[in-house]
């Protein structure tokens, strides 16, 4: 499993309301401020989960008619993963990626399908050569990792 960058010497911050006292949370030194925030990854996300509307094979995995609640954790997830709010686990708990991958076949092209509807949604949001390579080589370490099954024979 991949890690979640955390900020060195100090935890993520909570996105609970903050309690009497606290301080504001700050992500400026994130890559997640970095790229933009919210609305950049917000962007990322929906356009890529219109490729997975599109895209047959892709769309079968999900058994929610409404992908609404999948593009809002992948959303959390997302964030999280990039020093942004911690809003995944506080809802969900650990990601554990594979774990919540198993139960769908994903194969090599299943995988390439999702990088191509992913390659979308990062280029819609036009990021900087650095943080466009650092993403894209997570997202496929990512989807490299999750390939659970072999191609199915062609006949």
Do not use: C
Request: charged content about 25%; cysteine-free; proline content about 10%.
């Amino acid at each position: 499993m991949l890690p979640i960058p955390t900020k060195v010497g100090r935890p993520l911050p909570s996105t609970s309301s903050p309690a009497a006292g606290d301080e504001p949370v700050d992500y400026s030194d994130t890559f997640y401020s970095q790229i933009g925030g919210h609305e950049t990854f917000k962007k990322l996300i929906h356009v890529f989960y219109q490729g997975i509307a599109a895209d047959p094979l892709l769309r079968a995995m999900y058994v929610e008619e409404d992908l609404g609640p999948a593009e809002h954790r992948m959303l959390m997830f997302m964030e999280q993963y990039w020093g942004g709010p911690r809003t995944y686990l506080e809802e969900r708990g650990h990601p554990r990626l594979r774990m919540r991958h198993v139960p769908f076949p994903i194969t090599p092209e299943a995988r390439d399908r999702w990088l191509a509807a992913m390659r979308k949604g990062v280029d819609a949001v036009e990021l900087s050569p650095m943080h466009e390579a650092t993403l894209w080589d997570y997202l496929e370490r990512a989807a490299h990792s999750l390939v659970n099954a072999a191609s199915e024979p062609r006949g």
